[in-house]
């Protein structure tokens, strides 16, 4: 049975291995040279048996490579929204089953708070210095910012970013184009792989003396209890993004569920 995996996280990648071991003929898609540099990684001796595409598609170009499998698994990233949306609506015009692989969420934790969006995070920021007493004390708190590069550009408009903001991205040129873009200082940026252990993010905190971290719900696989416990030891505001909902009969964490599912549907 031919499937076309999405994989741009973890569990992606790790599904691919299982289900290439599991006997499927294993066709990955990638995004970037970055990604498939990781998958690499991941795959090791497996790598002969799976193909790897590496290219940004848009929903026609996927409904096109679609359309030479039996089955489609989604394992983007829970905010990859329209990713998401291309591949589900791909599925629905070719009618080829659709499985979404999705990591699990954390329980809500009374320590964070929860947002909508990055732009909601920031107006609370800044109204929050607003209504100090003594707005300087909130305003220049620094933040550790660990939500990507791809949206930046509301962080600008903190009063005094540059000095405040930390930003944690991808090893990749693109992202760090995005961060010197958007005006944060070389020496504010860091860019590396992860998940992060908790002693890495403790490194990360006391080095940047952050007081506030702005994350998102990205899940357990994407180290973000390591994150959250590192932050709340340290007595860290923790401001989160919440994770958009999915819902659906086809949607899976665990990957021999996935598997056996795959084999009854497909």
């Known amino acids: 049975m031919k499937i076309l995996i999405f994989a741009g996280t973890t569990e992606g990648r790790e599904f691919a291995k299982k289900a290439s071991e599991s006997g499927f003929e294993v066709t990955i898609s990638v995004a ?13 001796t497996n790598t ?24 489609i698994v989604d394992a983007t990233h829970p905010f990859a929204v329209e990713i998401t949306k291309n591949i589900k609506t ?31 995070v920031c107006k609370h920021i800044l109204n929050d210095g607003a209504q100090r007493e003594n707005p300087a004390e909130n ?11 791809k949206e930046l550009e509301c962080f600008t408009k903190i009063p005094d970013y ?23 200082l070389q020496s504010h940026i860091f860019a590396m792989q992860g998940p992060f252990s908790k ?18 719900e990205s899940g357990k696989n994407g180290g973000f209890d ?23 009969k086809f949607i899976f964490s665990d990957y021999d569920s ?3 599912s795959i084999n009854s549907k497909a």
């Open 32 to 44: 970037t040279k970055y990604g498939s540099e990781i998958l690499a990684e991941t795959l090791g």
């Open 48 to 71: 002969q048996k799976i193909k790897v595409l590496e290219n940004r598609l848009n929903q026609k170009e996927i409904e096109n490579l679609a359309r030479n499998f039996d089955a």
């Open 90 to 120: 791909a599925c629905e015009h070719l009618n080829v089953p659709y499985f979404r692989l999705l990591r699990d969420c954390a329980n809500a934790d009374p320590a964070i708070t929860y947002f909508d969006s990055l732009d909601s």
């Open 139 to 149: 305003a220049y708190k620094k933040i550790f910012i660990s939500t990507g590069s």
């Open 162 to 184: 540059k000095n405040r903001c930390y930003v944690r991205v991808l090893p990749n040129i693109d992202s760090i184009q995005k961060c010197l873009d958007a005006g944060f």
């Open 199 to 216: 002693k890495m993010n403790d490194v990360f905190f006391e080095e940047t003396q952050a007081e506030i971290l702005i994350t998102k």
């Open 226 to 248: 390591e994150k959250i416990l590192a932050a709340k030891e340290r007595g860290m505001q923790i401001f989160c993004v919440k994770r958009p909902s999915e819902k659906g």
């Open 258 to 260: 996935l598997i056996s």
